[in-house]
């Protein structure tokens, strides 16, 4: 569980309804099912025109990746690289084979098995260099539905209180009815407002940081690889994949 993630929005909302509250006001003014129903899905609807559906279907799992998320242990996987190192140097690539099973990481263990079959070390790269632009091309679209969706969910929001206010002018004869109307048909625009601003946006900008971090250790397992190839000494291997972590580390900061 992602508690920043969680806790973010559990901050927004009580934030936002604790000040509602505190005015006077009540959860039920802006409890209506049928602008719920116009946001979501005419926002849906906006992206399942601009996107693709293979598209659509693995924003819809990166979204669960927004609350759920189970980050790599960056330095047992800089530890095992080295150990492969190490043993490759006494033993051989070859002797790396019996190891493949402990490797969980299928990125690195596809660049170990590329290895051990005698693979150059430039096509070896030119293969896992590709899996890695293949993923970050789908990791780029994942974040833009949900840039889009941020974009669409404020107008679509207000064509819901267009059509709500459309329904309180057929009204005017009755004045409180009209006030009570037009109260209701701007909840479609806070709705439209705050699933941009307190999801669809702040998931985007989530999804990014994280792919970035994976891209940095995919590079970094890459580099790894290679270096064994090419026979390097376990203790330049290290402190060379180092410096992909430390970088990951200040981005993140």
Do not use: W
């Amino acid at each position: 569980m992602d508690i920043a993630s969680v806790g973010g929005i559990v901050i927004a909302l009580v934030a936002i309804l604790g000040a509602m509250i505190m005015e006077g006001g009540n959860l039920g003014q802006i409890t209506q099912l049928t602008a719920a129903m116009i946001v979501l899905g005419g926002t849906i609807g906006a992206c399942a025109v601009q996107f693709p559906l293979n598209v659509l279907i693995a924003s819809a799992k990166g979204i669960v990746r927004v609350f759920l998320h189970k980050g790599t242990d960056e330095d047992a996987v800089l530890k095992q690289i080295v150990e492969f190192a190490n043993k490759a140097r006494k033993s051989g690539i070859v002797s790396l084979d019996a190891d493949l099973a402990t490797v969980k990481d299928p990125f690195l263990k596809q660049g170990l098995m590329l290895a051990v079959d005698g693979t150059e070390s430039s096509e070896v790269r030119k293969i896992m260099q590709l899996e890695i632009d293949n993923k970050s091309e789908m990791e780029e679209k994942i974040s833009a539905v949900l840039e889009s969706a941020g974009a669409f969910a404020p107008t679509v929001g207000i064509i819901g209180a267009v059509l709500g206010l459309i329904q309180v002018m057929q009204h005017l004869d009755n004045i409180d009815e009209v006030g009570k109307g037009i109260a209701v048909a701007f909840v479609a625009t806070i709705y439209g407002v705050s699933l941009a601003n307190l999801f669809c946006l702040p998931a985007a900008g989530k999804l990014k940081i994280r792919h970035k971090e994976h891209l940095m250790m995919q590079e970094m397992m890459l580099e790894g690889v290679i270096s064994i190839l090419e026979g390097l000494n376990p203790r330049m291997i290290e402190t060379k994949l180092r410096t992909y972590l430390a970088h990951g580390h200040a981005e993140a900061a």
